[in-house]
């Protein structure tokens, strides 16, 4: 057991970090859903990771001990939103990607909501505490969004923002918002 102060990482760097390749991939999604910083691409690189390695050892266990855990990840995985039906197999969470956890972020789904202009004034609402999830101010721009949560995302009640949403249209800037 360690000291509770000093917490370990939850992300695992790249093996070669220095491939242009890879950089430039790196740095699009970096660019696509508005992170902060090549960490929070890696934290998704690590979940998502981990998931394919449940499913590959799930592989290797005997048939019904195999067919209960099988469920019990499908459905988790099905929950948060990796996987688009209740029917998928194994193979689906074999093939899931990094841009398919980074989807769910909270800060993905404020901006796909039209809640925000852009992906980085989501990450700033979510952040200054305009936003809640169910009713509950949620302040982490990398919280996963369940499915059954997704419908329940608009403006924290007291954020001036509920009575003024900044508006979305094709490159107009909303006049009122921009003075603030």
Known sequence: MGDPKKSRRKWEGPGMP???QSLRMEQELVGKFGLRNKRELWLARTIVTGFRHMARSLLALPPAE???REKQLLTRLYRIGLLK???ATID?????????LLERRLQ???????????????????????????????TSPGYIVK???????????????????????????NVEQKGN
């Open 18 to 20: 220095w491939i242009s």
């Open 66 to 68: 195999r067919a209960m």
């Open 85 to 87: 039906s209740e029917n």
């Open 92 to 100: 689906d969470v074999l093939g899931l990607r990094e841009e398919d």
């Open 108 to 138: 993905t789904v404020v901006f796909k909501k039209g809640l925000a202009r852009t992906i980085y004034q989501a990450r700033q609402l979510i952040v200054h505490g305009h936003i809640a999830v169910g009713g509950r101010k949620v």
């Open 147 to 173: 499915k059954e949560e997704e419908d329940s995302i608009d403006f924290y009640p007291t954020s001036p923002f509920k009575t003024n949403p900044p508006t979305v249209s094709k490159g107009e800037v």
